[in-house]
């Protein structure tokens, strides 16, 4: 068997809130409740485990999504209808923008536990095809 991903806890205020926040973006749908975990399984097989966790233990974490076009598409329009500020950088400093590093596009925008979230729609060093 080769090794492969397969889960990770992701620490939040309210795992609740921040799994329906996540799966809300990206047009997934958040799984049921197991143990003191919000399961949210993306569509490699990788599943996020949102756990809370007292917030003064919480740590900035960034984590990256790779989707498609029409995917961007998709997602882009949820985080403008929800008011959500995103950024064309992880330094926070071209607000209201999207990237289009390596061909194609990315948004970046923090969760409610404050992780960086990004959504790209190339791998870096990937290149216009």
Same mark, same amino acid.
């Given at each position: &068997?080769?090794?492969?991903? @397969? ?28 143990? +003191? ?16 966790? +007292? ?43 999207? @990237?289009? @590093? ?7 925008? &923090?969760? +409610?536990?404050?992780?960086? &979230?990004?959504?790209?729609?190339? +791998?870096?060093?990937?290149?216009? @095809?």
């Amino acid at each position: &068997m080769s090794v492969q991903f @397969n889960h990770t806890i992701v620490p939040a205020r309210d795992n609740r809130e921040s799994a329906e926040f996540l799966a809300h973006v990206l047009g997934l749908t958040v799984g049921a409740a197991w143990g +003191p975990f919000v399961a949210l399984d993306l569509s490699n097989g990788v599943t996020l485990d949102f756990a809370s966790v +007292p917030a003064a233990s919480l740590v900035t974490q960034h984590y990256a999504f790779l989707v498609s076009e029409e995917e961007f598409d998709g997602i882009f329009r949820r985080i403008q209808e929800a008011g959500i500020t995103y950024y064309a950088d992880p330094h926070g400093k071209q607000p209201g923008e999207i @990237n289009r @590093n390596d061909g194609g596009r990315g948004v970046y925008f &923090m969760d +409610p536990a404050n992780h960086g &979230m990004e959504v790209i729609t190339r +791998p870096y060093g990937g290149g216009a @095809n």
